[in-house]
């Protein structure tokens, strides 16, 4: 489990390479975006500790830059904690947001909690004479297989997805789906829960050819149809 630091305090990195490397990680730094777009792309890495405040460039526009060809899972660090820094983290991709001053041990935690949900994207194998379920649940690992394929899900994708099959028809309001699934959140706002829908979405059609599971019921919420 190789994890890439982006931090332009070289004392924050230090930090960060000593814990990591002390609960069993290989860890190395970087302190430039335009480096770190380039290294997460290599596909080397397990994960990316990415600081918000970057001398080249926003660690926001870094994220957005890595999610147009990795699912590498993203954890924030930051020292900036407005609402509207953390909700845009979460809306372009981001699995966790940790805010500084912090604990590097609650971090290592929290690294380790974002490993296991994004560990092995291959299911084990099913019988080829009996059909997969169109959802398989794995709860433990919070992740999620659709046809037998484990999806490639951010945490609070797969945490909406879990929420909505838990009981197929129902339609769940906006903000009672913000109470279920952002229970760590300070604060989340509608848009929130429309732009993690919407790239659900894109994600579930992709998986099962086109079609569309998540229904909208204007003015009311969503559901899903299976």
């Not at 945490?155 to 309001?173: A, D």
């Not at 979405?201 to 909208?216: E, N, Y």
Request: aromatic residues 6%; contains cysteine.
């Amino acid at each position: 489990m190789k994890i890439l630091i982006v931090d332009d305090e070289q004392a924050i990195a230090d930090t960060l390479l000593y814990a990591l490397s002390a609960n069993g990680f290989e860890a190395d730094s970087c302190m430039l975006g335009g480096e770190a777009i380039n290294r997460a792309a290599s596909g080397d890495y397990a994960l990316v500790v990415l600081d918000v405040g970057l001398p080249d460039m926003n660690g926001f526009d870094v994220c957005r830059e890595v999610r147009r060809s990795s699912n590498v899972p993203i954890l924030f660090l930051t020292a900036r904690t407005e609402e509207v820094d953390r909700i845009v983290g979460l809306e372009l991709g981001a699995d966790d947001y940790v805010s500084k001053p912090f604990s590097p041990r609650e971090l290592v935690s929290r690294v380790r909690a974002i490993l296991r949900r994004a560990r092995s994207h291959e299911p084990e194998n099913t019988p080829s004479d009996t059909p997969a379920p169109a959802f398989q649940v794995d709860r433990e690992g919070l992740r999620i297989a659709c046809k037998g394929q484990w999806l490639n899900l951010t945490r609070y994708e797969t945490l909406l997805l879990i929420c909505l099959l838990e009981h197929p028809g129902r339609v769940y309001s906006r903000a009672a789906l913000m109470d279920k699934v952002w229970t760590d959140a300070e604060e989340t706002v509608d848009r929130t829960v429309d732009t993690h829908i919407k790239t659900l979405r894109a994600k579930l059609r992709a998986a099962l050819s086109g079609k569309d599971p998540i229904v909208t019921h204007r003015g009311l919420g969503y559901s899903i149809d299976l």
